[in-house]
């Protein structure tokens, strides 16, 4: 509960207002108490009222009604303020601690569902820290007013009209279990109707082919005949729920009449004092009803925040640690070094095998493609590379520095990784492109206070590089165009290179290409590699590639199978020795031929 | 061609187009007259529901008028004689108000949940009966929302606001009514406050509005942000783009912090205003309502009824705009369903279409063209026949329109130019239903229901019995599968049927297929990679299926295509040969190529 330590403060004001607004309020029925005895006493006597005092008696009601309202607004709103703040906090530091988790880990999450329950669980937490806090506290609060009031009137009648009570507290947390457990009830029987619909929409095909519409339809309508039940059981409870809360006030108005009355008549209370005490009674009806819900809410709240407390534990995989090497050891040509993989393997936590004793090296300033089947585990290699997920078994290298010891972020700003799902974010093409370019600004504004210096290339180059300049004409907004739903729909061939741009405008150290010009058209891709490898003249590129005829360009292929490397050399040299490699080269070019 | 033309079937209707915000079609009477549709079957409950409003209304608003009898009867004269008659009265209107209430809102959800079934089984049913181009145009999630979320808004509308609205009004007007007859003046008094009431929740209901509406487009804007990045995390952190990423959620978070600040106090402030208006009425009436009892135009017992009958006044007024709000949410909702239920992208089938249950003679494709979206075509003059017990092989590149064939075949879409036949006869003039019960389809993908597997391979038709799905199981070699899951048929399937293999998700289709025992059997051949293992198993239960079959095989594999009996190849959406294994590789063509390209494969793997 660290967050009520960090602004107990808001909670304990907000607190102290609660209690003047019991107080103030709560002093309106003996103003009007004491005014009805007037009356009473004057209608008796057969004398004059005193006009003068009733007055008096009307201006004190309205200044305790604007105390008690200038105060429940003061208590309100630190109370809830304090609730709304926790939540900015909690959303901030989860966010933060999302941007640190690694893709193993999400990879264990399913991304839709994941989103769905921190949005969820937020909610959860926020209703805790404000509503459930705000009633809790009332309920405390009006209870020890009221009932100090009530005591001093008659503590005969508060025993009285209190003896209902404890059934009815009872009563009330019997209803909301059964409230929340059918609620939860009916909520499943929706979500069997989302998954109906859902089968249905998505095996669409299926159901015309088979003529199954009619018995879909059907099994449709049974899941909404259990839904229609579930929600009749629960209008059941919601159904007497609401009454009950309402005759709540009723049952104690019920009692003083009776017993109240009878006190009346027989003189050991005045009439004033029997309007008196039906007012509080009254004042502790919705507290008394709010109470079990607020329980109900507050233990929904706890788990939800149990929940997002275990995220934010959660230590990443793959995090800078005590080897590290500072910033400052490291030179400026520190990723120019040759990358050495010696005997690296990569198991998946299924355990299967991605990489089995992977021995490579690209040299400084040389090209490499890693090419085989599907599922062979060429993005896998790759991946190791920008430390996505580190080797199970084995060392990378840069240089003689395991790839481990540099700082992450330093790593990855020097890596161009293109990967193999080209994801764009839904803002601009602008921004697509200087994705990496901003964010290295924006570190830099952080720590020096003044700009980045402006890197080799600039966007025009890096947009011409990556043959993206026609298409962007060809949009009305051209650069500022929005990508996404609410933008245009790029084609997958224009959102390759848009990704190829982004990691081309960081001007990287190392250039990973996973796979990402497999929507290009062969004479573009050749094209774009042929300038690629132009301006990286120097620096150390990895391209993944299901298409060879512009592999006479790199300076060595390798061949994976099933993790392992079966051939390497280059494309000349691998086609000479009639291999895996020339097979699939002649296999390509066949395909080319009957597809043209 | 009997009205059969491409702007009919492929053009989505105009009103389509407005889907997105889609609002505004419908005028008010037109929405609730067709809701109200739905209620009609269950019109006895809800006039049960209505007929209870009136009686909750008396019961309540005779609680204070009993105490002003008890005051003035008896705690004024100090008279015990008659007053347990009046605390058993009192007694008698709580049980009954909670009685009454209890009944309401059970008969109102009872007709309401009933008639909102109707109308998402009448959704559902319709979008059964619409064009698979719409499934595709549409994304599921647009469809899910109207099916789940916005029946949900309606019920809401009906379960909180709707019946009890009237009863609101009911009990304003009683409650008006009531205080006029007891002392015309003090009620005056009295309302007095209510334009003062109705101006302070109008106004803080306004800003409430707005506020809510800002926080809302934050939060949205929030989730979005969370989704985004959830999605794209590796980008982020491939491209160090972190520290950034946390800064423009911590601005997104901070706009929505100021606007729940707003919301927050608005709704403090409408709170504690009407409470405090409450209060001042009070005050009010003591001090107007002394100076009429000593005039003794009122009685002591009528003062305090004043406040009790004042008390009760505020809670409507308080609510009357929160409800009207649910019921602006639910129009809208009814107004997309309504949409969705008036899309009329059906099939066609005329009124005199003819029944078939069996193939005699055989298929004919004549020069059929096809395109998806305007002269795109997909496929060109496309003609040649399927011999009853002939089985015919499609062969192609990826995008020869080899799938479009046999979906035209089934009648997920019409061609545009040129016939089907069937025995002679154009497919359109077929009853539907009848037409496509004469094929079985096993599509690339498997898909499989939630369930088991007996349900799967049934597919609710009724003819098929488990003696028919242990042939068929048998035939595709499921059986031995079925022999690894204890529970045989039962097996429960997950959603998509995630806990079976691939190949197992396959041979399911299979026996699916053969099971409703087809005229002609339609296979589409999984490009997809399986283990070398599963592999042997689908070509041998393929071999066996197409045993005595009239089929029309979309063929991969050599060993496949070698099956059949007539090979028709496809090139860029026109047939470029046609023949027998032995023709074609003497000719030299196509084929030729794609069969050397096939041993390539082989041999490289």
């Known amino acids: 509960m660290r967050y009520f330590g960090r602004y107990w403060i808001w909670f304990a004001s907000g607190s102290v207002f609660l209690v003047a607004t019991s107080v103030l309020g709560l002093m309106i029925p003996r103003q009007l108490g004491a005014a009805v005895e007037l009356l009473r006493v004057a209608s008796e006597a057969g004398a004059p009222v005193d006009m003068a ?156 082919a088979f003529g199954m519409e009619r018995v879909i339809s059907e099994r449709f309508r049974a899941a909404g005949d259990r839904y229609v039940d579930a929600n009749l059981r629960l209008a059941v409870v919601r159904g007497a729920l609401f009454p009950f809360v309402a005759s709540i006030g009723s049952i104690g108005g019920l009692i003083i009449l009776y017993a109240g009355g009878r006190m009346v008549i027989g003189a050991s209370i005045t009439l004033g004092e029997f309007v008196e005490f039906s007012a509080y009674i009254t004042a502790l009806a919705w507290p008394t009803a709010g109470l079990g819900w607020a329980l109900t809410v507050w233990q929904r709240g706890t788990a939800s925040f149990d929940r997002l407390m275990h995220i934010l534990a959660t230590r990443p995989a793959v995090a800078d640690g005590e080897d590290t090497l500072a910033p400052a050891r490291l030179h400026d040509d520190a990723f120019r070094q040759p990358v050495t993989f010696e005997d690296v393997g990569l198991v998946w936590e299924d355990g299967t095998e991605a990489l089995r004793g992977v021995t490579l090296t690209l040299p400084a300033g040389s090209v490499t493609a890693v090419v085989g089947r599907t599922g062979a585990g060429k993005s896998s290699l790759v991946s190791l590379l920008a430390r996505l997920r580190d080797p199970t078994s084995g060392v990378i290298r840069v240089g003689d520095v395991p790839l481990t010891r540099f700082p992450l972020r330093r790593l990855r700003a020097s890596i161009g990784y293109v990967p193999q799902d080209p994801l764009l974010f839904s803002r601009s093409i602008r921004e697509n492109i200087r994705f990496g370019e901003l964010a290295r600004q924006h570190d830099a504004r952080g720590e020096n206070g003044e700009r980045a210096g402006a890197g080799r290339l600039r966007l025009e180059d890096a947009t011409r590089i990556a043959h993206l300049d026609e298409a962007v004409t060809s949009f009305a907004d051209g650069l500022e165009t929005l990508v996404g739903e609410r933008g245009v729909t790029l084609s997958g061939g224009q959102k390759q290179r848009v990704t190829i741009a982004r990691a081309v405008l960081l001007d990287p150290d190392i250039l990973v290409l996973d796979d990402a010009l497999s929507s290009v058209d062969t004479e573009t891709e050749r094209t774009i590699l042929e300038e690629l490898l132009t301006i990286m003249e120097g620096r150390t590129t990895v391209l993944v590639t299901h298409r060879f005829n512009a592999l006479h360009l790199v300076d060595q292929v390798v061949v994976l199978d099933e993790g392992q490397v079966v051939e390497q050399g280059t494309h000349h040299e691998l086609l000479a020795r009639g291999g895996v490699y020339a097979q699939m080269v002649e296999r390509q070019q066949l395909e080319e031929a009957l597809s043209a | 061609m009997r009205g059969y033309n491409a702007a009919s079937a492929n053009t989505p209707r105009k009103r389509g187009q407005a889907d997105a915000d889609g609002l505004g079609t419908y005028r008010d009477g037109e929405l609730a007259r067709r809701l109200l549709a739905y209620l009609r079957p269950y ?203 946390r800064d423009e959620y911590r601005r997104i978070n901070r706009d929505y912090l100021r606007s729940a600040f707003s919301f927050v106090r608005w709704d403090a402030m409408l709170y504690a205003m009407v409470e405090m208006i409450g209060s001042i009425t009070i005050a009010l009436i003591i001090w107007y309502g002394a100076g009429e009892s000593t005039r003794d135009l009122i009685t002591l017992g009528v003062l305090v009824a004043f406040i009790e009958y004042a008390q009760k006044f505020f809670v409507p007024i308080r609510d009357l705009s929160q409800k009207y709000a649910t019921i602006q949410g639910a129009m809208a909702s009814a107004e997309r369903l309504l949409q969705l239920l008036d899309r009329d992208e059906l099939i066609p089938e005329d009124d005199d279409a003819l029944p078939i249950t069996e193939l005699r003679d055989g298929i004919e494709f004549r020069g059929v063209w096809f395109a998806y979206h305007d002269e795109q075509w997909v496929l060109r003059d496309i003609s040649f026949r399927i011999g009853a017990g002939e089985r015919v092989a499609l062969v192609g590149h990826t995008g020869a329109g080899k799938s479009t064939l046999h979906g035209l075949l089934t009648r997920m879409y019409d061609v545009q130019r040129g016939a089907i036949l069937i025995d002679g006869v154009d497919i359109r003039r077929y009853r539907v239903a009848d037409l496509r019960r004469l094929f079985a389809v096993v599509l690339q993908d498997g898909f499989l229901f939630t369930g088991d597997l007996r349900s799967n391979v049934v597919l609710g038709d009724p003819t098929v019995d488990d003696a028919q799905i242990r042939r068929a199981a048998s035939i595709v070699e499921l059986d031995r599968v079925l022999d690894r899951h204890p529970d045989g048929l039962d097996h429960r399937i997950r959603e998509r049927g995630s806990n079976l293999s691939a190949g197992e998700r396959q041979l399911v289709c299979f026996a699916r297929a053969l099971a409703h025992r087809p005229r002609i059997l339609i296979l589409d051949e999984a490009t997809a990679n399986i283990d070398t293992e599963t592999e042997a198993l689908i070509q041998a239960a393929i071999e066996r299926m197409l045993v005595r079959q009239t089929s029309l095989v979309v063929a991969h594999r050599l060993s496949t295509i070698q099956r059949c009996d007539r090979i028709v190849v496809l090139h860029h959406g026109e047939l470029a040969e ?6 074609l590789m003497q000719q030299g063509g196509l084929y030729h190529k794609l069969v050397r390209l096939q041993y390539a494969t082989v041999a490289a793997e």
Not at chain 1, 82 to 96: M, Q
């Open chain 2, 43 to 245: 019109r006895w409950p809800l006039i049960g529901a209505l007929v209870t409003l009136p009686l909750v209304s008396g019961l309540s608003l005779l609680q204070p008028h009993l105490i002003q009898v008890a005051i003035d009867n008896h705690f004024v004269p100090r008279q015990l004689d008659g007053f347990g008659v009046i605390a058993l009265v009192f007694l008698g209107t709580i049980v009954g108000e909670f009685c009454l209430r209890f009944a309401q809102t059970w008969l109102t959800q009872l007709a309401g949940e009933r008639a909102l079934r109707d109308l998402r089984s009448a959704v559902f049913d319709h979008m059964q009966r619409l064009r698979v181009s719409f499934f595709q145009r549409n994304p599921t999630g647009r469809l899910m929302t109207r099916l789940t979320s916005d029946v949900d808004a309606i019920q809401e509308a009906i379960s909180s606001g709707v019946v009890t609205i009237i009863g609101d009004v009911i009990t304003l007007s009683a409650i008006v009514v009531i205080l006029l007859l007891k002392s015309p003046t003090l009620a005056l008094v009295t309302f007095a406050v209510v334009p003062v009431l109705w101006a302070v929740t109008a106004l803080f209901r306004y800003l409430l509005r707005e506020a809510y509406r800002r926080s809302r487009t934050a939060l949205a804007r929030l989730n979005s942000h969370l989704q985004e990045s959830v999605t794209g995390m590796t980008v982020i952190q491939l491209f160090a783009h972190e520290e950034r990423s």
């Open chain 1, 53 to 208: 005092a009733i007055g008096s008696l009307a201006w004190l009601v309205v200044a305790l009604a604007v105390g008690a309202c200038v105060a429940r607004i003061v208590s309100r709103v630190l109370i809830f303020y304090a609730g709304r703040l926790i939540e900015y906090d909690v959303r901030n530091e989860l966010f933060g601690s999302l941007t640190r988790l690694d893709p193993a880990w999400y990879q264990r999450q399913s991304t839709g569902d994941l989103t769905s329950r921190i949005i969820n669980d937020v909610n959860n937490v926020r209703v805790l820290y404000g509503f459930s806090t705000l009633n809790l506290v009332n309920t405390a609060v009006t209870y020890t007013v009221v009932l100090s009031l009530m005591f001093s009137v008659s503590p005969r009648l508060t025993w009285l009209s209190l003896a209902p009570y404890p059934i009815i507290i009872l009563t009330m947390r019997l209803f909301t279990r059964a409230l929340y457990l059918r609620t939860h009830a009916a909520q499943e029987r929706l979500s069997d109707i989302s998954t109906h619909a859902q089968e249905a929409i998505a095996g669409v095909a299926v159901v015309r």
């Open chain 2, 578 to 583: 046609q023949g027998t294994h032995q023709e």
